[in-house]
């Protein structure tokens, strides 16, 4: 019984040695990944809904990405359509529209500043509580 369950355990870890989580995966592929090829992508989830009043309406959001977004990342960027739910500190699950903003930038200073300057000026224009962000390492081909 005991070999049985020792070639058990050892075949079950040989199947799984190949395993990896996703962070170690991007990881390893940023690595084999050409120096002129690494980038960081990072996606902003902003809200629609203000807190006392009207939702942000898609003229006011295109105003944002035309008024604030492009300025800063005229390479280009990507806006999805989401819908976000959160469990509020009432134990309520609250829900709303949302943008997802996705940016394929070089990780430096500047674009550290125009991500958290995007940040800033959303919650305060439209009175939020916070602008989500994701950040992980990519390798990009054109």
Do not use: H
């Given at each position: 019984?005991?070999?049985?369950?020792?070639?058990?355990?050892?075949?079950?870890?040989?199947?799984?040695?190949?395993?990896?989580?996703?962070?170690q995966k991007t990881v390893a592929d940023?690595?084999?990944?050409?120096?002129?090829?690494?980038?960081?992508?990072?996606?902003?989830?902003?809200?629609?809904?203000?807190?006392?009043?009207?939702?942000?309406?898609?003229?006011?959001?295109?105003?944002?990405?035309?008024?604030?977004?492009?300025?800063?990342?005229?390479?280009?960027?990507?806006?999805?359509?989401?819908?976000?739910?959160?469990?509020?500190?009432?134990?309520?699950?609250?829900?709303?529209?949302?943008?997802?903003?996705?940016l394929i930038h070089g990780k430096d200073?500047?674009?550290?500043?125009?991500?958290?300057?995007?940040?800033?000026?959303?919650?305060?224009?439209?009175?939020?509580?916070?602008?989500?962000?994701?950040?992980?390492?990519?390798?990009?081909?054109?």
């Open positions: 019984m005991k070999i049985r369950t020792g070639l058990a355990a050892a075949v079950l870890a040989m199947a799984l040695s190949g395993c990896t989580t996703p962070s940023t690595q084999s990944c050409k120096a002129e090829n690494q980038m960081q992508q990072t996606t902003l989830y902003f809200g629609l809904s203000r807190p006392a009043g009207k939702d942000i309406t898609a003229q006011e959001w295109q105003q944002f990405v035309d008024r604030d977004v492009t300025p800063r990342f005229k390479d280009g960027l990507t806006v999805f359509d989401a819908r976000g739910q959160w469990l509020g500190n009432d134990g309520i699950v609250a829900r709303e529209q949302s943008k997802a903003l996705m200073a500047q674009s550290e500043t125009n991500i958290e300057a995007l940040r800033g000026v959303y919650k305060s224009r439209f009175a939020q509580e916070s602008v989500m962000r994701v950040d992980q390492p990519v390798c990009v081909q054109f």
